[in-house]
């Protein structure tokens, strides 16, 4: 009689991958972890926890997307993008745990919690270092296209420019990560067209979804201490230097999609990335952490 | 628009017989091809009924995605939704070679018109239940659709190929979960118990009523769209299901489950068929819900798709 897994078995082959996910414990395996010369292990951890943690949050809001799309294909964009951000988190936040960077996450995680998950759910909110604009809720498709195309501007900007990092680990992650932020933001950009040289309902919705997004911006680029020594020790980049970059290509989108654009936000000190959040960060972590937190002890 | 006849003089009991010979030959039939309408209203109501199936089958399991307990477990449960929504893709499309339309079959989900299987309108109480769907239900996913790789319709039968791949990834990642379950904490071991007790009969239930109940099964075998009875597929999933609960260290929910040393096969106890048809007929614990989650992704984004639509239309896109 046929077996049902005869012919399935054949194409994966054998080994420890027997399932997506297993045999990749250590995120970083392979990967050159020493820290350079001159760099404070604390600052490296600091700033890998600030792009780590960017990246988590973004990726628990393009979540939330899922099973509410508007159609197939936007289901599996918004995974595919959630999923990139992920990837991206865990190796960050992965760094941030080797050389040392973990808060108070190691005095509620048990010792047989990862660091990437301590660091991700046995951490409270002041201890994010994620910007205002990616712990934003939501609101509808428009206003979420928007904040998606602002938010992989920025960070495509940063991570072109890190690829050249002294930190091996960084300028791995940034090597990788352009590919995959060239295309969430090209795929944000061509909503932003469609919405606001849409119909009359798309192109109001998309308007407001800019002007709600916007004040996001004014603590963007300005640099926190540790961003300013690392970007002189050759390891991060200044945020400052994108500032010109990111408003060049949102003008361009947002004029070629007929929408207009808000006048720049005066810059203001770095909130976000020295833990300062509203409630909505609050939150989406109550969601996110809540069942690791409930079972301190498990093992998933 | 449909392609015309290839040769108007010819037919149909001379069309009957090439279709029944490339059918009894084991061959495909192509959207191309004439087929009788019966298969061809069939197969749309079968491909329809399975696509549908893919799409709410997102969402028991979606709801655990904003809280899985950890990074991986995150990246595996997205990966592993996402698959979904892509083979719901896949076989609307096939179901588009048949004449049928996206839109048209979404409409008639969310209108009640068309059904989905009914075990996706069983809530998810814990993450256990993560686990046990890519166990079970996907286990008998498999069971089910492994032989509609043969399938005589050839977009059908190809689209089950790459979806049957990728719900044996899926089986695996929730048997793996499992098992690192029942490693962990007594707390654990007790929720992935809970879990099989409440989703075992229902993933019975998956195979659809007994074969003396089964008004359709004998045409469609006819047909080669379906190559196994109900309950021979139920039959094998039990026998494949009973050594892996033993490894797992679960007790599977019947009493009466137990080997036959004559036959090598397992008997189990009665499944409550009434229980599947008050679900299937809409009176399930999450089938309002379900639904009511369909119809807001179409209706409330509504407005983005004809903004798309007429951007296309200003800019000469192809829609």
Known sequence: METVYDALDAAHGGGGQWAFGTGFDDPLVGVDTTVPDGVDPADLGAYCLMLGDDALVLAQRLTEWITAAPELEEEVAFGNTALDLLGQARLLLARAGSVGVLGSSRDRASATVPDEDALAYFRDADEFRCTGLVAAVNGDFARTMVRLLVASTVRLAVLTRLRGSRDPVLAAVAAKGVHELAYHRDHAARWVLRLGDGTAESHSRAQAGVDAVWPHLTDLFTATDVEQRLAAAGVAVDPADVREEVHDVLATVLTRATLRVPDRPGDVPPRGRTGVHGPELTELLGTLQGLAREHPAATW | ?319
Request: glycine residues 6%; hydrophobic residues 40%.
């Open chain 2, 1 to 319: 628009m449909p392609a015309p006849p290839l040769d108007p003089v010819v037919d149909e009991a001379r069309l009957q017989e090439l279709f029944d010979a490339t059918v009894a030959a084991e061959r495909r039939i192509e959207p191309r091809d004439w087929m009788p309408e019966g298969y061809r209203r069939t197969l749309v109501r079968q491909i329809a009924q399975h696509a549908h199936s893919e799409i709410i089958g997102m969402q028991p399991e979606g709801d655990w995605l904003l809280r899985a307990p950890s990074l991986r477990r995150k990246a595996v449960l997205l990966a592993k939704v996402q698959d979904e929504a892509g083979h719901g893709m896949y076989l609307y499309s096939a179901a588009e070679t048949l004449g049928a339309d996206r839109t048209d079959l979404t409409d008639r989900l969310i209108d009640g018109r068309q059904k989905y299987s009914s075990i996706f309108n069983y809530p998810t109480l814990t993450f256990a239940d993560v686990g046990v769907i890519g166990w079970l239900v996907d286990g008998a996913a498999i069971c089910n659709q492994v032989p509609l790789c043969r399938s005589s319709y050839g977009p059908y039968a190809r689209a089950m190929i790459r979806v049957c791949k990728e719900e044996s990834f899926h089986q695996r990642q929730g048997y793996e979960l499992l098992l690192t379950m029942m490693g962990g904490t007594d707390e654990q071991r007790a929720m992935v118990q809970d879990a099989v007790d409440r989703w075992w009969w229902p993933s019975l239930m998956m195979f659809g009523p007994p074969d003396t109940d089964s008004p359709n099964s004998a045409q469609s075998m006819a047909w080669g769209i379906k190559r196994h009875s109900n309950d021979e597929l139920r039959q094998r999933f039990v026998d494949m299901t009973v050594p892996q609960a033993e490894f797992l260290g679960v007790r599977l929910p019947d009493p009466d489950l137990a080997l036959d040393p004559e036959t090598g096969r397992h008997r189990f106890g009665p499944i409550d068929w009434d229980e599947l048809k008050r679900v299937i007929s809409g009176d399930g614990p999450c089938n309002a819900e379900r639904i009511a989650r369909r119809r807001a992704a179409r209706d409330d984004n509504a407005w983005a798709l004809e903004a798309a639509s007429a951007y296309a239309q200003k800019h000469g896109a192809r829609s």
